[in-house]
């Protein structure tokens, strides 16, 4: 892509939910990628995606009209003596998918999680089929630390692997 992008990330807020929840519906509903209720119903996902601070939830909305794209939500891993960690998850629309929208929300989290004073970023559960999300997150200075065998039931596929992916800030 040359320019500057044609979205633009920001903090969301509750306005912006309605405009999250056709394409979390969709991904979610499609059962390849996450390990959440397949018909989960929408004041649930609300309450997975839209996380109070310190974590952050961000959305990456068009520069020109303000159509929200993708989001983002991040948040510390684990509590307690776990909470050093960073872990996130995103979504893009289907529709604006492979844009560089979920190469940005990355790059954001990242630095996100650097400037929040975490000392590394944890993936707990990348569907080892997610090929386009592998791809992302190895590009973005993730490795596999392991994959936890058959942890992931995909409806065309069956059970395949959950990866767990680690990059140190
Ligand atoms: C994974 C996801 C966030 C990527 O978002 P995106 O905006 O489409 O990605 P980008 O356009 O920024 O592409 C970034 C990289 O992802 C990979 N990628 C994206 N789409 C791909 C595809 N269809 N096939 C293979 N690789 C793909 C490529 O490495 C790409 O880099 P490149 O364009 O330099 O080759 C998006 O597909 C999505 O929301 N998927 C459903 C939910 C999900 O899987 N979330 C992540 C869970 S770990």
Known sequence: MSGAPAFTI?????????A???????IVAAGETYAYPRDVGEQGARAIWMVAPPGRTVVAVDRDD???????SMY????GPGAHVASASFMVDPAHGRQGIGRALGEHMIAWARASGYRAIQFNAVVQTNAPAVALWRSLGFEIIGTVPEAFDHPALGYVGLHV????L
């Open 10 to 18: 920001r903090d969301a807020t509750g306005a912006d939910w309605p």
């Open 20 to 26: 999250i929840w056709p394409f979390f519906h969709e």
């Open 66 to 72: 303000g159509t929200v794209l993708g989001s983002a």
């Open 76 to 79: 510390a891993n684990r509590m």
């Open 165 to 168: 992916m680690h990059r140190r």
